[in-house]
């Protein structure tokens, strides 16, 4: 067996718990440092108590999807989803989605297998709801994010615009 297969096979993925809300704030500080940096009128800096309370929320909710990725004893990285389903309309048919939030990958822990086993969790998660599709957003700032889910079989499929009124 070679090593890249034992590094990613030693990535264990489980169901989040409520006592994971502090280490879920802690590990969303990467993500929201980068984003905070890059759109500081629309992102607040990293606040581990604040983004733990926020989790707390989340896990007590049956249409989330929290996942915590482990290297050892250590939480490496989380990905949440939202079950989203939507009645037809006279513009849409019905469908089900699992909608991606966040996926972080602590630095220490990123090339090894831990974002595609996050992935791949909650493919399988979304299959066991019987939901039909895995979508997400990124901002365009985030190329790193872009090429991981176009390696991962994600394809645009709506474009967002924005200008501001000065």
């Known amino acids: 067996m070679d090593e890249d297969r034992l ?4 990535v264990r993925v489980r169901r989040g718990k409520l006592a994971d809300a502090d280490v879920l704030g802690e590990l969303n500080g990467l993500v929201q440092q980068l984003h905070s940096d890059a759109e500081p009128a629309e992102f607040k800096a990293p606040d581990a108590a604040a983004a733990a309370e926020f989790f707390r929320g989340q896990l007590q909710r049956a249409d989330m999807v929290i996942l915590l990725a482990e290297l050892g004893d250590h939480v490496v990285g989380y990905l949440t989803a939202e079950e989203t389903r939507r009645r037809d309309n006279p513009f849409t048919e019905a469908f089900g989605m699992l909608y991606i939030h966040h996926l972080a990958v602590a630095e220490s822990a990123r090339r090894r297998g831990v974002g595609r086993a996050l992935m791949a969790a909650a493919e399988e998660e979304a299959r066991r709801r ?3 599709d895995l979508r997400l957003d990124f901002w365009s700032f985030n190329e790193a994010a872009g090429r991981f889910f176009q390696e991962h079989g994600f394809d ?3 474009i967002r615009m924005r200008r501001a009124i000065s």
């Open 156 to 158: 645009a499929y709506n």
């Open 7 to 10: 590094i990613r096979t030693a």
């Open 130 to 132: 019987g939901l039909k």
